[in-house]
């Protein structure tokens, strides 16, 4: 079974700098993400039937404060499939959140867990699955959008079946 860790991140949709990366990537046929944003922690490819993930990761979260993060960059990439994926970033991923990442990756792999993607901060913001479309278009095209940086505070955190129901939720604590 696919599982995943996230951490839900607050981004409004109709948001003015949202609203023009999406006008100006109307040309191109983008599936955007709608009401539901998240920094993907961890995607597990495979997950053992006999181990309890559960308890790694609520041993790793339980005195962990909610990171701070700013996000102040649009990027792109291209995954294996050759999709694109249009996302937001930070140009200064916090140390001890960098650390946490590493710390449950490395325990869910030594619990038996088939990790076969690295961590790269993004939250999802659209889909180019046209292949054919040039990474540097889209590159060139989401550098003429400003966006203000945001720095939020992010607690909530679902550990989910891909596609799937919930298995775990837990809210960071706020310790500033």
């Known amino acids: ?3 995943y860790l ?5 981004i409004q949709y109709d948001s003015t700098w949202f609203a023009e990366l999406r006008k100006a990537l109307n040309d ?3 599936k955007w993400q709608k009401g539901f944003f998240h920094i993907t922690m961890v ?3 495979e997950t053992p039937k006999d181990v309890n993930l559960i308890s790694i990761v609520d041993k790793n979260l339980k005195f962990f404060a909610a990171p701070s993060i ?3 960059m649009l990027d792109v990439f291209s995954t294996k499939t050759g999709m694109h994926i249009v996302n937001l ?3 200064k991923v916090p140390d001890a959140f960098l650390s946490l990442i590493q710390n449950i990756r490395r325990e869910l792999k030594a619990a038996g867990c088939l990790i076969l993607s690295d961590f790269r901060l993004h939250v999802t913001l659209g889909r180019v699955i046209d292949s054919n479309v040039p990474l540097s278009k889209l590159d060139n095209i989401i550098k003429t959008i400003a966006i203000p940086a945001a720095k939020m505070t992010l607690n909530d955190i679902d550990y989910r079946e891909f596609r799937g129901k919930v298995l775990y939720s837990t809210k960071l604590k706020n310790y500033s």
Do not use: A, G, N, Y
């Open 1 to 3: 079974m696919k599982t």
């Open 6 to 10: 996230e951490l839900k991140v607050p």
């Open 28 to 30: 191109i046929s983008v």
């Open 43 to 45: 995607f597990i490819d």
């Open 70 to 72: 700013v996000f102040d």
């Open 89 to 91: 970033t930070s140009s």
